[in-house]
């Protein structure tokens, strides 16, 4: 018989990697309170919310966050712009999760070196603002195979983590 172990018993290891993540006015209670886990699952240093100040009494935040908005890093940026630059001069590589005429596919994410990264995300309906997507480097999406070109930008950043975490897995082996 296999047994579903609780999170006492797994055997992951606790990490941190240098990495923020910029929330370009995201506003959907779900979606923000799924970032925070995410943000805890990868072991990110922190989230930026730009934009729009997320309710953190909202109950349906707290509900998907699961705990993690009392323990995961996080602050609040009015402006989105001013913050991406402040970044940029703190050498952080801006990777833009977005579907661009340039973008290429997140499973291509790799590391040269050991660079900080700060991940924007954009509105559910808008994605990144025009201004802030214009101050990203690198611009990477996630193929898709159906109708759709887009899916829930909690999802997309889940996945866009899973990809850089495991890119400076990687480059920690080298």
């Given at each position: ?12 290891q606790k ?16 979606n ?9 699952a ?10 729009s ?6 109950n ?16 609040f ?21 977005e ?24 509105n ?25 070109s887009?899916?829930?930008?909690a ?18 082996k080298?």
């Amino acid at each position: 018989m296999i047994d579903q172990l609780t999170h006492n018993e797994s055997n992951f290891q606790k990490k941190e990697f240098p990495i923020l993540l910029l929330l370009d006015n995201i506003i959907g209670e779900a979606n923000l309170g799924s970032m925070l886990r995410l943000a805890d699952a990868f072991g990110i240093q922190k989230i930026i919310f730009c934009g729009s100040e997320p309710n953190l009494k909202s109950n349906r935040l707290k509900r998907t966050a699961r705990n993690t908005h009392n323990t995961v890093n996080f602050e609040f940026e009015e402006d989105s712009v001013e913050c991406v630059n402040k970044l940029k001069n703190q050498g952080y590589r801006t990777v833009a999760i977005e579907i661009t005429s340039t973008s290429q596919s997140i499973e291509n994410f790799v590391l040269e070196n050991e660079n900080k990264i700060l991940l924007v995300a954009g509105n559910e309906r808008h994605g990144i603002s025009e201004e802030v997507l214009g101050l990203c480097e690198d611009y990477y999406h996630i193929e898709m195979f159906g109708e759709n070109s887009s899916m829930n930008v909690a999802q997309s950043v889940g996945i866009a983590l899973y990809e850089i975490t495991k890119a400076f897995n990687k480059f920690d082996k080298k």
